[in-house]
């Protein structure tokens, strides 16, 4: 794997993740220092998955940056829905301004 595959890697992987909490609508318990780094593993990730199928390695660069960048975005989606949802069998708590129910 070259420099310039990691550099745009990484950059792919950080755009991805900055863009990624605004791809899933209201507050999210994810940080973003999480989905910028999910963002940029899964973009290396995507940069190994296409540097091992690439068989013509003159071809155009374009290949391995839809490929960094479908796996980054999926990687960061992926995690920003899942940070957001209660663990099963955990009740989330309640939002302020609601009243629990008693006896239930």
Same mark, same amino acid.
Do not use: Y
């Given at each position: 794997?070259?420099?310039?595959?990691?550099?745009?890697?990484?950059?792919?992987?950080?755009?991805?993740?900055?863009?990624?909490?605004?791809?899933?609508?209201?507050?999210?318990?994810?940080?973003?220092?999480?989905?910028?780094?999910?963002?940029?593993?899964?973009?290396?990730? #995507?940069?190994?998955?296409? #540097?091992?199928?690439?068989?013509?390695?003159?071809?155009?660069?374009?290949?391995?940056?839809?490929?960094?960048? #479908?796996?980054?975005?999926?990687?960061?989606?992926?995690?920003?829905?899942?940070?957001?949802?209660?663990?099963? #069998?955990?009740?989330?708590?309640?939002?302020?301004?609601?009243?629990?129910?008693?006896?239930?």
């Amino acid at each position: 794997m070259e420099g310039s595959t990691l550099v745009g890697a990484l950059v792919v992987g950080l755009a991805v993740g900055a863009v990624g909490r605004l791809v899933v609508p209201g507050r999210t318990a994810a940080p973003v220092w999480l989905t910028l780094a999910l963002g940029v593993a899964a973009a290396l990730l #995507g940069a190994i998955v296409a #540097g091992l199928v690439d068989t013509a390695p003159g071809g155009p660069a374009v290949w391995p940056l839809v490929v960094e960048s #479908g796996f980054a975005a999926a990687a960061v989606v992926l995690a920003v829905l899942a940070a957001g949802r209660p663990a099963p #069998g955990k009740q989330p708590p309640p939002r302020p301004g609601v009243r629990r129910e008693e006896g239930s």
